[in-house]
């Protein structure tokens, strides 16, 4: 079984400038997280989808940061403009429903962000 | 609101020693529990976790963690360690929405782990 995907695995950019990242779950899992991990901390969750809809955006600085999931499968990360603090480990996670028996988060590799 | 803590940043070890990575929580209801492991420039792989039943959970790597309801820790553990399990080490709990039945994970700040040869 294929585990989540996302991409790129790094990226520097200079601040005030954009940057979006992309994750594909596991194939079936209807649930998928952003989360923000800065360095020497654990991660934080930005934002929650279930299918193509948003669960928890509650700590997603919605001024710069934005996400989609369209059709319920890929989701897209964006940031814009970036700022310094930015800097980070975006990951991705996904499970196979959000509700009830609690279920594992399966987590993608991350994409390293640096804001110069 | 759920939570958990890991007390220690670091913990050391000699390779064949045995291993344990703290981790204590606070929540509401029944408590479910994971432990993540993450190497260098890699996501957090899924090591364990506690829904109910036996008190010792065995997971991926030879590790195992034990429930302690009474002192609300859930610790990580490993009988002989090894140089290559020196890794970033997270213990999380489930956080439940309130009246939608969906869920999350709350992370605590994490402990390395350096295995000496």
């Known amino acids: 079984e294929a585990g989540v995907a996302q991409s790129p695995r790094y990226k520097i950019i200079e601040k005030r400038q954009s940057v979006a990242f992309w994750c594909n779950p596991i194939s079936g899992h209807a649930t998928l997280y952003w989360y923000q991990q800065i360095l020497g901390q654990g991660p934080k969750l930005l934002i929650q989808f279930q299918n193509n809809g948003v669960v928890d955006d509650s700590q997603l600085p919605k001024d710069r940061f934005s996400a989609e999931r369209l059709k319920g499968v890929d989701s897209t990360l964006k940031i814009q403009p970036a700022k310094l603090e930015d800097s980070a480990v975006y990951l991705c996670?996904?499970?196979?429903?959000?509700?009830?028996?609690?279920?594992?988060?399966?987590f993608g590799p991350g994409t390293r962000l640096l804001v110069l | 609101a759920q939570s958990v803590a890991q007390p220690e940043d670091q913990v050391n070890v000699a390779e064949g020693n045995p291993l344990t990575v703290k981790c204590t929580y606070s929540v509401s209801g029944n408590p479910y529990l994971f432990w993540y492991v993450q190497y260098p420039n890699r996501g957090l792989q899924f090591l364990l976790k506690y829904i109910t039943g036996d008190n010792l959970v065995k997971g991926s790597y030879g590790f195992e963690a034990e429930f302690n309801k009474s002192q609300t820790s859930f610790h990580l553990k490993k009988p002989s360690a090894l140089v290559s399990d020196s890794a970033l080490y997270f213990c999380?709990?489930?956080?439940?929405?309130?009246?939608?039945?969906?869920?999350?994970?709350?992370f605590g700040t994490g402990t390395r782990l350096l295995v000496s040869p």
């Open positions: 999380a709990v489930r956080a439940d929405y309130e009246s939608t039945g969906f869920q999350k994970l709350v």
């Open positions: 996670a996904s499970d196979a429903r959000g509700g009830g028996r609690p279920e594992t988060q399966y």
